[in-house]
């Protein structure tokens, strides 16, 4: 059965059958698209980059570009958790901007992806009314996206990116998903590599030998600012027979 046909109860009923009930997905009905001109293309300082009704709720710092110099990424989240109703359970919706810096200081807008990162009430009830997690880091210049959210079953998404200077846009070089049954121990996942154009897929249940295949996937060159984070899990969920 597809996880995505039974989200949707309040975390504070869903703890008690924590490990009856596939996860929900809390607050994606709340969700809006995002205006990135809101974003200005250059400012003093990263402050001026977070616009009116948003909070910066992480800065990650490092070099993306291959420059030598620090760049950041800006995790922003919306004010409407600080301003909801006592008890009212908001969608706290994340944009992730990524800004270049030069050796001379200055800061210019490079990318703004509005879709990668999950709202922060879309944890499910393994998070309850705590905020999901949306990772990012940096590691040899990739950005890494991860996040996970769920209850008995638990998926799990990896997104990287690198910075292709030619286009001037951040690719979308690998997607990870992952699956796990906690109840019953089951794991099922794949592993998409859009350089080489494979992808690997494994499904694994207790008691048996896991079992990998590795399929041909078109060599895609998605930029951060496309990539919607629901759409990716869906159609995993799709491909998975989850």
Not at 21 to 28: I, L, N, T, Y
Not at 127 to 150: F, M, W
């Amino acid at each position: 059965m597809n996880k995505k046909i039974i989200l949707g109860a309040a975390a504070c009923a869903v703890f008690a059958i924590l490990t009856a009930f596939p996860a929900p997905s809390f607050g994606q009905e709340e969700e809006t698209n995002f205006d990135s001109s809101k974003i200005p293309s250059t400012a003093e300082s990263i402050e001026g980059f977070v616009p009116e009704g948003w909070n910066l709720e992480e800065k990650v710092t490092g070099d993306v570009n291959g420059d030598g110099v620090a760049d950041h990424l800006l995790k922003i989240i919306d004010s409407k958790p600080e301003t909801a109703d006592e008890g009212e359970m908001s969608a706290g919706n994340r944009v992730l901007i990524i800004v270049f810096a030069d050796k001379e200081g200055s800061l210019r807008r490079a990318a703004v992806a509005p879709s990668v990162l999950q709202c922060a009430s879309c944890g499910g009830a393994f998070y309850g009314a705590g905020n999901a997690p949306a990772n990012v880091s940096i590691k040899n210049g990739v950005i890494i996206v991860e996040q996970d959210y769920g209850s008995r079953w638990v998926s799990e998404m990896t997104f990287r990116f690198r910075y292709d200077a030619q286009p001037e846009k951040f690719i979308l070089i690998g997607f990870d998903y992952t699956s796990r049954d906690r109840a019953e121990g089951n794991i099922t996942s794949e592993s998409t590599n859009y350089l080489t154009g494979k992808r690997i897929t494994s499904v694994s249940k207790v008691g048996r030998k896991a079992v990998s295949t590795t399929t041909n996937v078109a060599k895609d060159r998605m930029s951060i600012e496309e990539v919607d984070r629901d759409k990716f899990d869906e159609d995993a969920n799709v491909r998975l027979g989850l």
